[in-house]
Structures are given as structure tokens and as C-alpha cells.
């Protein structure tokens, strides 16, 4: 395996007295493309936002390119590399087009300029000047992903990025997934697309009750699929 | 003499004026309202109280130091700014975590406590500011007499409020603001230092407040009492406008100032109540004020 990237060991989260992740270990090793599966409600969210540091009731260990994560606040964790896109896409409806796309502060060398992501997402340029929340699911989506890669991150989190899109548009994501791939980007997602995910993703972690049960890389996806429909229920 | 719906023009005139200078008062106050509640979520009760320490503090500045009136017009909302930004950071900031209630008792409070400070030290009587040498007198502009000062207060507020829009709606710094109000928590995950902001917000408020007082120091007397004469009539002010929007804040301000300023003219026994009856009204017809977004 590549050189572990984002390291997670024991991650126990809580929102106030509930407690949600109950020792949650992954790694994500340097340009993969790793996908998380599970039913509603095992923690999945939550996995990734406690990794950015939005929950901050957590213990445990987040290992960032050898860094500990931990004791980091939030507005640091995207400095040390980490891009979101979160599950509600979080476009801002009093901000452009263009001021959504150049909101994330760039972090480091090596963002994509602006320029190549008119080039990679034609709709956005287009549609600059007006107000992100505009826009169709799809470009939103499309926005939420654009304004991570202008930052320089190395490591893209994405949750559910396909859901509620039209097959089309869930193609064009795969599409642009891939060629970050090819760039080197290293990317861990949520998704419940089976199909999407298969074309995408090197490793697959399956969590339920707060903690990851199995792990397997994409080529044992056909052999498990059967259990998968069943334990995820699809 | 020439007459306007059998009011004789300059006693028109001259109440338009006054309630356009009014207007822009309740406009600046408005508008830091506004913006420390978009982002902090707080009522700022001791923005009275603000606006009372710029005139304070341009007044004190000229007794002590000699400072005139144009640096004080500068440095009293970089004070006033100065002394939000430290409540806020080491006082307010701790209350983000409880009820929103706590933000406006705690204001409420501190507007108690300042505005009796400066009674118990300076009496509850005005002082007067004089009118810069530059400012002085007036003009006749045929219609009617123009105190130079009045008009330059209606301009430079103008100005002020048109600033603090376009600093808001078209710069960076702006955006960053637009989106935390939104989302603080993503704003904040994508690498932008929210808690500082939160503080520039504030003291931009505060500082707005000072240069409103400021302004005002020659129109009015300064006592201490100053800023609750007219925070009330602002509140009244942000509730018709609603607290969305910025430039509905702005215009709302200079609105309400007119409507107060007409009143007198026309039916001079309700000008005190005006406001507060076009609040009752809007709050029954379009609960979230004019340019209000329904929650
Ligand atoms: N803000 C919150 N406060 C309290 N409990 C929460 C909160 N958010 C989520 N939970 C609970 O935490 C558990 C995990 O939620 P999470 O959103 O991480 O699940 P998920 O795997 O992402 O589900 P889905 O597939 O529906 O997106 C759930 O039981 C949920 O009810
Ligand atoms: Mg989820």
C-alpha cells in the first residue's frame, strides 16, 4: 500500500451525550481513492466531519501526513490539506457563482488555477455572476467540488457527492473524480451508488455502529456483493 | 409665500431636512445592528451606548488632548472599534454557546453600566460640541436656509452607509462575512479564522455607532443619556426593515427619518409615536419587515 496519508485509529465521537463512533480505524494511503459504505445512520457523516474537526467531542487519534490532528482547530485543518464537501453541498445563496468558487482560502501550491476549472466545468463559467444557490442540483454539486480543488488540499472528503443527481450529471462527477485521481489527488467518500463508487474507488471500508466491520479492495466488490445488498439493504 | 398642501414650503423644507439628518442616524445605527446580528446573532443593546462614547470621546479628546474635530471623526470609531473588539473577544465570544438570550443581557447590561458611568461622572445634562470653524454658518439656497453642517452630515453618512455596503457586498473580506453568516461552521472548515472575524464584525459595528456619534455631537448636545434617546427608535427601525437585509436597513433608516421629519409638518402631535405606529403596522401586515427574509 501507498504511504498512509490520513491515519485514524480509536475515533470515539459524541454529539453531547450520545455517543456515535465507537473506535473507528482506517487509513488512506497517498492517491487512493477510498469509498465508505453503510446503512443510514451508522456514523458515516459523522466519520467525516470529525476527521475535519467540525465535531469536536471526539478522542481517539487523526493522523494527517504524520501530523496529529487532534488538538488543531478547525480553521486549521484545511491549511494542514484537508478539503470538504459536505453532504448539503453548502453553497451560499447570498454569494456569486464566482464568489462561492474563490470563498476556500488556497491553502497551498499545486490548486488547480482558476482558468482549467472553467475549462473543467464550462456551466460554472457561464454562470459566474449569479446568485450559487441558482444553480441546478448538479452545477451545486459540481461548485462544491470546484472550490476545494482551486485550494491545494491533498486530501478531497466527499459525502454522498451523487446523491439526488441525475445519472448524467452522477457520470460527469465520476468523470472529473477520475482525472483528480490521475493528477495524484487522494480522496475519501461516502457513497451509497454502488455502481459509481466501483468505478472510482481502490479500497472500500464498511461501517455500522460506529466503527468500520470490513475492508476490501475493489477487486473482491463482485464476490461481496451479495452480503453488501444484504447488510446495507439496497 | 409659496405653499405645499397649505403648509408654507420652508417649514417643509426645513422638517424634511431635519428628518433626513435624523434619517441618517437611525441608518448608520441600523446598519451596524444589522451586520453584528447577521453574523453574531446577537442584539446589540449597548449600541446606544456606543454611539454615545463617540461623541463622548470626540468631545473628551478636544477637552484633553486638543484633538479637533476631523481627526476625532477618525479616531473615535478606531477607539469605540477598539473597545468593542476587547468585549468581544474576552466577554461576548463566551456566550455564543448558550441561549442568544445571554448576548442581549449581557449588552443590555454593559449598556447599563457604561451609560451609568458617564452619568454618575459627567451629570445627565448635555454639553455642547461646537460645529467645526470649516462647517459653520450656513447657506441660502432661495428656498430655504441650509445649516452647512446638517447638509454635510446627511452626505458624509450617506457615504458611510454606501462604504460599509459595498465593503460588504463586493469585496473579499465581504464575502467571507455573507458566507459565515450563512454557515460560520463551513466557512470555518474551509480555512477562514471565524472567531476573528466575529471580533472585526463587532467592532465594525461599534466603530459605525462611534462615527454616528460623532457626527452627531454638533446637532445634538453629548450627555450620556444620548444613546437610549435614540436606540429605541432604531430598534423600532430594524424591526420595519427587518433584520435580513443591509440595504434594507440603510433605506428603512432614512425612511422612517423622513416619515418623522413629515409628521412634524402635518400633524405635529404624533411625530414622537410615527415610528412606533408604522412598526405596528408592519409587524401585523409583513411580520418579517420589509425587506425581512420569512425565517
Ligand atoms: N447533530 C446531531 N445530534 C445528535 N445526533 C446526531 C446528529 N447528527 C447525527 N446524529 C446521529 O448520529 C448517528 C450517525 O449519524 P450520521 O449522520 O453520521 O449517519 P450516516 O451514516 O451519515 O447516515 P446517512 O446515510 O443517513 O447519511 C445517527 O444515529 C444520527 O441520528
Ligand atoms: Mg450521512
Redesign the interface.
Known amino acids: 500500500m501507498a504511504k498512509p496519508l490520513l491515519e485514524v485509529s480509536n475515533l470515539n465521537a459524541w454529539y453531547g451525550e450520545s455517543h456515535v463512533l465507537h473506535g473507528v480505524n482506517m487509513t488512506v494511503g497517498e492517491g487512493e481513492t477510498i469509498t465508505i459504505l453503510g446503512r443510514n445512520g451508522v456514523g458515516k457523516t459523522t466519520t467525516l466531519r470529525t476527521i475535519?474537526?467540525?465535531i469536536r467531542e471526539r478522542k481517539g487519534e487523526i493522523r494527517f501526513d504524520g501530523k496529529d490532528m487532534l488538538g488543531v482547530p478547525?480553521?486549521?485543518?484545511?491549511?494542514a490539506g484537508i478539503g470538504?464537501v459536505?453532504e448539503e453541498r453548502?453553497i451560499?445563496?447570498?454569494?456569486t457563482v464566482e464568489?462561492n468558487l474563490?470563498?476556500?482560502?488556497v491553502?497551498a501550491q499545486g490548486g488547480m488555477p482558476i482558468e482549467e476549472i472553467y475549462e473543467l466545468f464550462p456551466n460554472l463559467k457561464e454562470r459566474r455572476s449569479s446568485p450559487g444557490t441558482k444553480l441546478s442540483g448538479g452545477e451545486q454539486q459540481m461548485l462544491a467540488i470546484a472550490r476545494i480543488l482551486r485550494?491545494g488540499v491533498k486530501l478531497l472528503i466527499l459525502d454522498e457527492p451523487t446523491e439526488g443527481l441525475a445519472p448524467v450529471i452522477v457520470q460527469r462527477i465520476g468523470e472529473v473524480l477520475k482525472t483528480l485521481k490521475e493528477r495524484g489527488m487522494t480522496v475519501l467518500l461516502v457513497e451509497q451508488n454502488f455502481r459509481f463508487a466501483s468505478r472510482i474507488a481502490d479500497r472500500f471500508y464498511l461501517m455500522d455502529h460506529g466503527q468500520m466491520v470490513s475492508e476490501f479492495p475493489v477487486s473482491e466488490l463482485p464476490q461481496r456483493m451479495d452480503t453488501l445488498h444484504k447488510v446495507l439493504g439496497v | 409665500m409659496t405653499m405645499i398642501f397649505g403648509i408654507p414650503l420652508q417649514a417643509f423644507l426645513g422638517q424634511l431636512l431635519i428628518g433626513l439628518i435624523n434619517g441618517s442616524f437611525y441608518a448608520l445605527l441600523s446598519l451596524g445592528l444589522a451586520v453584528i446580528f447577521g453574523l453574531l446573532r446577537v442584539i446589540n443593546f449597548a449600541h446606544g451606548v456606543q454611539y454615545m462614547l463617540g461623541a463622548f470621546a470626540a468631545m473628551l479628546m478636544l477637552q484633553y488632548f486638543g484633538i479637533n474635530y476631523w481627526f476625532a471623526l477618525i479616531l473615535s470609531p478606531l477607539v469605540v472599534g477598539l473597545f468593542g473588539a476587547v468585549i468581544e473577544r474576552f466577554l461576548l465570544s463566551r456566550l455564543y454557546k448558550l441561549d442568544h438570550l445571554y448576548g442581549l443581557l449581557f449588552t443590555f447590561g454593559l449598556a447599563l453600566t457604561l451609560e451609568g458611568t458617564f452619568r454618575y461622572l459627567y451629570g445627565a445634562s448635555g454639553q455642547p460640541y461646537a460645529v467645526p470653524a470649516q462647517l459653520a454658518g450656513g447657506t441660502n439656497l432661495g428656498f430655504m436656509f441650509l445649516p452647512i453642517y446638517r447638509g454635510w452630515v446627511v452626505v458624509v453618512s450617506l457615504l458611510a452607509c454606501i462604504g460599509t455596503w459595498l465593503l460588504i457586498e463586493k469585496t473579499k473580506l465581504g464575502s467571507y462575512l455573507r458566507a459565515a453568516t450563512e454557515n460560520p461552521v463551513l466557512v470555518q472548515a474551509f480555512g477562514v479564522n471565524v472567531p476573528v472575524l466575529l471580533t472585526f464584525t463587532y467592532a465594525l459595528g461599534a466603530g459605525l455607532a462611534a462615527f454616528a456619534g460623532v457626527l452627531a455631537a454638533p446637532v445634538y448636545q453629548v450627555s450620556p443619556l444620548m444613546g437610549s434617546n435614540i436606540i429605541i427608535v432604531v430598534f423600532a427601525v430594524v424591526v420595519v426593515g427587518g433584520m435580513g437585509s443591509i440595504m434594507g436597513a440603510i433605506l428603512t433608516g432614512y425612511m422612517l427619518g423622513i416619515a418623522e421629519g413629515l409628521t412634524k409638518v402635518f400633524y405635529p402631535e404624533a411625530s414622537n409615536i410615527v415610528i412606533f405606529v408604522i412598526m405596528a403596522i408592519v409587524l401585523l401586515l409583513r411580520p418579517a419587515g420589509l425587506f425581512g427574509r420569512d425565517a
Not at chain 1, 478547525?74 to 491549511?79: Q, Y
Not at chain 1, 451560499?92 to 454569494?95: A, M, P, R
Open positions: 475535519v474537526g467540525i478547525l480553521h486549521k485543518t484545511a491549511h470538504f459536505p453548502g451560499f445563496s447570498t454569494l464568489e474563490t470563498l476556500p482560502p491553502v485550494t
